[in-house]
């Protein structure tokens, strides 16, 4: 009994995106910002009231830096831990955590310029190796990722995201994607090389009813329910060039570096290869006359 019920807790990593790129609409709409985070709190109140063992964890990148942000290293002090207005005591330390933390980093990247890419592929990674380290000092953990960006195309971490996914496919984890901004086909082929569900929000605004729609259920749960259809994935590679999206390119037989031009040494692994010559013309053959 002991073990089916370790069997059905779960850990969920809440990657949250705060990267500010010039065309997020958060940005410019601090009111909607807040909204989004005070949904994402709601949310993991409502994943760890689903079950008593259900875990929670949250990891938070901007365009400079990941951060982690809950579970903390240094458990807060018991005085602290006392309950206000009725809320439950970890419910209020979650909350407060996440708040001082969250606000802490946008102190930080402040001052930057915003200019560069979200480091999504790094805070993934860190969520990667917090489950990996639980794997292997719990037995059991059912783990997963849901990642809450508005930045979806960070076409040069190409590299990094397909490495990431295909990691949590090797360790069973699920990558669910909620996205806020643009359709991102970067995520999308993440969620289904795991087995994730990928989901658009129409409007921010409604952020936390999505969550709570499509991505409370637990996975095995979801094929009972009425989910959002899969969408068509756009599996497009990044040319490692230009780190821009190629229909058809070149791809190195050592290493599989894909480049949009002929070059004729690999940029990656110094193969060097043979220009292409012209294809070899056939020479055309009468056909024999028949008698
Ligand atoms: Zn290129
Ligand atoms: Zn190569």
């Known amino acids: 009994m002991e073990n089916e019920d370790q069997s059905e807790s779960s850990?969920?990593?809440l990657v949250l995106d705060i990267g500010l790129s010039r065309a997020t609409t958060l940005r410019n709409d601090p009111a909607l910002a807040a909204q989004v985070l005070e949904a994402v709190i709601a949310f993991s109140n409502a994943h760890l009231m689903m079950k008593l063992k259900n875990q929670l964890a949250l990891v938070a990148c901007d365009t400079e830096t990941t951060e982690w942000i809950y579970p903390e290293d240094k458990k807060s002090d018991l005085a602290e831990l006392r309950q206000q207005d009725g809320q439950h005591e970890l419910f209020n330390?979650?909350?407060r955590t996440v708040r001082r933390k969250i606000a802490e980093l946008l102190k930080r990247s402040a001052g930057a310029t915003g200019k560069g890419e979200s480091m999504l592929s790094g805070a993934l990674?860190?969520?990667?190796?917090?489950?990996?380290r639980l794997q292997h000092e719990e037995r059991r953990v059912n783990a997963r990722v849901l990642?809450?960006?508005a930045n979806g195309q960070s076409v040069s971490q190409y590299m990094n995201f397909m490495n990431v996914f295909f990691t949590s496919q090797k360790l069973g984890v699920l990558i669910d994607v909620c996205c806020l901004g643009p359709e991102s086909s970067l995520l999308q082929q993440g969620c289904d090389?795991?087995?994730?569900?990928?989901f658009r929000a129409p409007q921010p605004q409604g952020l936390l009813q999505?969550?709570?729609?499509?991505?409370?259920?637990?996975?095995?749960l979801r094929n009972k329910l009425a989910l959002p259809p899969r969408v068509k994935v756009d599996y497009r590679a990044a040319c490692f060039c230009h780190r821009e999206l190629v229909d058809i390119g070149f791809v190195c037989s050592v290493c599989l570096s894909i480049v949009c031009k002929f070059s004729p040494i690999c940029t990656t692994c110094h193969t060097v290869f043979k220009a292409p010559g012209a294809l070899p013309v056939k020479p055309k053959r009468k056909k024999p006359k028949l008698a």
Not at 125 to 132: Q, S, T
Not at 193 to 198: H, L, M, P
Not at 210 to 220: A, H, I, S
């Open 147 to 149: 990642v809450v960006t």
């Open 11 to 13: 850990l969920l990593v």
């Open 210 to 220: 999505y969550l709570l729609w499509v991505f409370l259920p637990e996975p095995l």
């Open 125 to 132: 990674g860190r969520a990667l190796c917090y489950i990996h």
């Open 193 to 198: 090389i795991t087995g994730g569900q990928y």
């Open 93 to 95: 330390e979650l909350e």
